[in-house]
């Protein structure tokens, strides 16, 4: 089974000024990794997902995350927040292979981004 | 506009009373989910439907029942509500049976649900 760790349950962050979310997950076997956000009162909206290939992705909205697979790390990226960034984000995970777990979007605990004038 | 759409957006009732809640997607997707969000906003999957089969049933007690007439279609019945039931529940969709790279979860606004 996996499993993913948020290490920042809330992040507070200054207009204009870039963020980091970081995201780590453990697996036995390959994974698909996505980064989720959810404004206040909607759903969830993917902001990128990762497979394999290059290490950066880029997402919505000016997003970006980089995997590293030694530190089994998938760390969410914004050069420059606006204040409409102001959401939870989750970091999500699911197994390539034919796990008990296979198929199923395990969601880390959230980071709360919350960006100020 | 193409989309997960769940109602109602808010449900409030009382502990012991039946409730449900309707999900649509016309996403054209095969596998509809069910996914539980908690206070702490910690979201866990309850149920999974591909093309009307029950394929995803974690540990939820029995007073949960999904149903699923089409494969557009997945509701959530509650018998006899809980204070502990109080969250909010979201449907998702995705493309395949599975969720992939390539078939990613689609989710509606939530139901947020309130038992006193």
């Known amino acids: 089974a996996q499993s993913v760790t948020q290490l920042d349950s809330q992040v507070p962050v200054f207009e204009e000024a870039p963020v980091e979310l970081r995201c780590n997950y453990s697996s036995s076997v390959s994974v698909y990794l996505f980064w989720y956000v959810q404004y206040p009162n909607q759903g969830l909206q993917l902001l990128l997902k990762?497979?394999?290939?290059?290490?950066l992705v880029k997402g919505i909205n000016g997003f970006e995350a980089e995997f590293n697979k030694s530190q089994t790390s998938f760390h969410l990226r914004k050069p420059s927040v606006h204040i409409s960034d102001t959401a939870e984000y989750f970091c999500a995970v699911s197994d390539q292979g034919q796990t008990d777990s296979w198929g199923k979007l395990q969601f880390g605990a959230g980071t709360q981004v919350v960006v100020t004038p | 506009d193409t989309a997960v759409s769940q109602t109602p957006k808010y449900l409030v009732t009382q502990m012991g009373n039946d409730k449900s809640i309707k999900c649509e997607q016309n996403l054209g997707h095969d596998t509809m989910y069910w996914y539980k969000q908690d206070s702490k906003k910690f979201l866990k999957i309850m149920f999974s439907y591909n093309n009307k089969e029950l394929i995803i049933n974690e540990t939820v007690p029995n007073r949960f029942s999904p149903k699923s007439p089409d494969k557009a279609h997945l509701n959530l019945h509650i018998n006899s509500l809980e204070l502990g039931d109080s969250a909010v529940y979201f449907c998702?969709?995705?493309?395949?049976?599975?969720?992939?790279?390539?078939?990613?979860?689609?989710f509606g606004n939530g139901t947020r649900l309130t038992v006193t």
């Open positions: 998702a969709s995705s493309q395949d049976r599975k969720v992939s790279y390539n078939s990613p979860l689609h």
């Open positions: 990762y497979l394999s290939g290059s290490t």
